[in-house]
């Protein structure tokens, strides 16, 4: 593509030209496992097993860089799968995490829990707190791991604020972008090094795949031993996952612009309502990172946690009385989610730094008509 197409277009066409062979539109499902050479090491496009490479997944990592506008797209089994190649790439035995204090469950169970048994150590920290983040930062400090919004509690953090610190000291900044999307916000041109994703969630966005990704910006060198490991460590997606996320992908923008309208009018009602004690969600002027979203971001997004005035008891009858949105872990899908994080996603977290509110109810707002939404919560709030 000439010049410097929108991202609409970017998402519709980087990576997927039409076939040479055949013109097809759609970028074709490759099955094969192994391919033909021409002669020994004579390789076609650089196939020879689908684990090193693979067409689809080719199309997949090109739309993926082009979305995040870095240079390198790399796609993988899951969006754990893609963390651990991470921190397997940049970490020794004896390194250092930043982790922010309000991060994914099972990241922190990755950290704590496995990369800890290969000698990497981890310090939580509040990234929205510099003194603090700095005073969390030692000298074989690695990597500093953010997620902007945070999940479940739609915390927002400053990326290029923390790109310099994390820089001054020789570390990389990690952003997962999972619940904003690359749609609404893109961190390395904020400063960030590598960005993650669980391609589960809003990229491939209709509950029917399992993926994750890293994107890395203009650090060549990186993206070469990123791709090493995926190759040998071999935790890849595989060719149907692939293809089903370049097809969520196509239609991201149009689904973020309504799951996040959606989102915005279930946030006002919420705050409305005399059961719930408090709205967590970037876009209402008063979350305390509302100015800082407002600057990085093109949007607020389709997650929200709320707070039940009557406690954990108020959570749990409100997730098991929705009708509308479905009781189910996940989230990014065209379709509404509701859970309780302190007993769902978030349970390893239980006892730790990092363990959530007992009266937290954690919504991803789906693409349904908006009144619904509202009357199922109006109904399950009663």
Not at 166 to 191: E, I
Not at 211 to 235: I, K, P, S
Request: proline fraction near 5%; aromatic fraction near 4%.
């Amino acid at each position: 593509m000439n010049g410097s197409p929108g991202f609409n277009t970017r998402a519709i066409h980087a990576g997927q030209d039409p076939d040479p062979a055949t013109g097809d539109v759609v970028v074709p499902l490759h099955l094969a496992t192994t391919f033909k050479q021409d002669g020994v090491g004579g390789l076609r496009g650089g196939y020879e097993y689908a684990r090193s490479a693979n067409p689809t997944r080719t199309a997949l990592q090109e739309a993926l860089a082009a979305l995040e506008q870095g240079r390198t797209g790399l796609a993988f089994a899951s969006g754990l799968a893609a963390e651990d190649t991470l921190l397997r790439t940049v970490c020794e035995p004896g390194s250092h995490v930043v982790l922010g204090g309000d991060a994914y469950g099972g990241t922190f169970r990755l950290i704590s829990k496995v990369a800890s048994r290969w000698g990497v150590e981890h310090t939580p920290a509040d990234l929205n707190d510099v003194d603090a983040l700095r005073a969390a930062i030692r000298p074989s400090t690695r990597v500093i791991w953010c997620e902007t919004p945070t999940n479940p509690l739609l915390n927002i953090a400053d990326i290029a604020l923390l790109a310099e610190v994390a820089h001054d000291v020789g570390a990389l900044l990690v952003v997962d972008n999972t619940f904003a999307s690359p749609y609404l916000q893109r961190p390395l041109t904020l400063g960030a090094d590598v960005v993650v994703h669980s391609t589960t969630k809003y990229l491939g966005g209709h509950s029917d795949v399992v993926g994750g990704a890293l994107v890395v910006g203009d650090d060549d060198e990186l993206a070469e031993r990123l791709a090493f490991h995926q190759n040998a460590m071999g935790a890849v997606s595989g060719p149907l996952a692939d293809w089903l996320v370049l097809r969520g992908i196509k239609t991201l923008g149009v689904r973020m612009d309504r799951h996040q309208a959606n989102a915005a009018g279930v946030a006002e009602f919420l705050l409305g309502h005399p059961a719930v004690a408090s709205v967590r969600y970037p876009g209402l002027p008063d979350h305390p990172g509302h100015d800082i979203a407002a600057k990085q971001m093109s949007g607020f997004g389709g997650m929200l946690s709320f707070r039940l005035a009557d406690g954990e008891d108020a959570a749990l009858r409100v997730c098991e009385r929705a009708q509308v949105f479905t009781l189910a872990e996940s989230l990014g899908g065209v379709e509404s989610l509701i859970e309780h994080p302190a007993r769902m996603t978030h349970a390893s977290a239980a006892g730790s730094p990092l363990e959530v509110p007992a009266d937290l109810v954690r919504l991803s707002v789906g693409i349904e008509d908006a009144e619904d939404l509202i009357a199922d919560l109006d109904q399950a709030l009663a």
